[in-house]
């Protein structure tokens, strides 16, 4: 089967690799639900010279029958791992397409001199022994969990709010990091590093810029809350509310540098965060969040939170050298 690059999408291409998404979701709803149509055009548009992603598309009839996509950040070059994920309409498994994307994609990282690529993926899937049949390797398993703000006892955020340790105030921003902050919130992204041992690129000012402006760039809302010492960032954490209007948005990184751990500068900020969020977006009314299995002291913050599992979800890495 031919296997297309779709380096500048038409209109009708974007609505035939949605129409994927749409049906490999409506297969399993363990999936969760798809994106948005103007989401998924947004990440195809964003597809110009320079992009961060690339995208394949197996053609059938009058549409796709499965779809892939390779992000590379850091630009071209870069020795990060790039990101893959593969979809497949679920009549059209078991036939060599998933396989025949990750060989095109696989080109495309030799050709960008990435030594490395990852997958994010449910647990107890087809993507399980997919992945492991293209000599990927589970790095890290993550822990879904969900909480919906009307379960949250009544005074629980005021009361965790006003327990705040002496010494440390919270800032908060919306959308890419103020230039103050860039560098202290790059070294305290950093300290997630042992979490996230295969990445081992250090954070810096330019790419956590980066981050913001991507999240920017698909539509979605970067929201920030910070804890600060002495003026410098201590700890951090960070929502994403998705463009579209759903109801339901996504936790992402939250850390406390080395030397303010212990004293629960993390349920503090997020109790912050959930503060900001009743307030100020009444739209949502539920966040999701991922835990690493071995790291049992945000599980347990979260635990406190309220927040309830979920799903488990992998991160599975491969060496470019040992792609098909
Ligand atoms: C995972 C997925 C992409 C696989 O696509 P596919 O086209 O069915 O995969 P292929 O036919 O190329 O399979 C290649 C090999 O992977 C393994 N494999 C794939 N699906 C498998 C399954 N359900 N059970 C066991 N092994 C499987 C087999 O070794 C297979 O070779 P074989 O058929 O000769 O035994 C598809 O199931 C899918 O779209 N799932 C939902 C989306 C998703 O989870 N994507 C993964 C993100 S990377």
Not at 44 to 73: K, Q
Request: net charge negative; aromatic share 6%; with cysteine.
């Amino acid at each position: 089967m031919d296997v297309i690059e779709l380096s500048d999408p038409t209109d009708a291409q974007i609505r035939q690799w949605h129409d994927v998404l749409v049906a490999v979701s409506a297969g399993d709803p363990s999936a969760g639900p798809a994106p948005g149509a103007e989401h998924t055009a947004a990440r195809l548009l964003g597809a110009d010279r320079g992009s961060p992603e690339r995208f394949w598309a197996v053609p059938a009839g009058d549409g796709f029958a499965a779809v892939a996509a390779l992000r590379l950040p850091g630009g071209p070059g870069a020795d990060r791992p790039g990101e893959i994920d593969v979809q497949v309409r679920p009549e059209r498994r078991r036939a060599g397409l998933g396989r025949s994307l990750v060989r095109s994609a696989a080109g495309a990282l030799r050709a960008d001199g990435r030594p490395g690529v990852i997958a994010q993926v449910s647990a107890g899937t087809p993507a399980v022994p997919f992945l492991e049949a293209h000599g990927f390797t589970c790095v890290l398993t993550l822990r879904g969990l969900v909480l919906r703000l009307a379960d949250l006892p009544p005074g629980r955020v005021a009361g965790l709010l006003s327990a705040g340790p002496s010494g440390y105030t919270l800032v908060r921003w919306r959308g890419t990091v103020p230039d103050e902050h860039a560098g202290a919130l790059a070294r305290a992204k950093d300290a997630m590093a042992d979490l996230v041992e295969y990445e081992g690129v250090p954070w810096d000012a330019d790419r956590v810029r980066e981050m913001g402006e991507l999240v920017a760039k698909r539509g979605d809302s970067l929201y920030t809350v910070a804890a600060l010492h002495d003026g410098a960032i201590a700890g951090f954490t960070e929502l994403v509310v998705p463009a579209g209007g759903g109801d339901r948005a996504a936790q992402y990184d939250t850390a406390v540098v080395p030397e303010h751990r212990g004293r629960r500068l993390g349920i503090w900020m997020k109790a912050a965060m959930l503060d900001w969020v009743r307030s100020e977006l009444p739209g949502i009314r539920e966040i999701e969040t991922d835990n690493a299995g071995d790291n049992p002291h945000m599980l347990a913050v979260n635990e406190e939170l309220g927040f309830l599992p979920e799903r488990e979800t992998r991160e599975y890495h491969a060496l470019v050298a040992d792609l098909p």
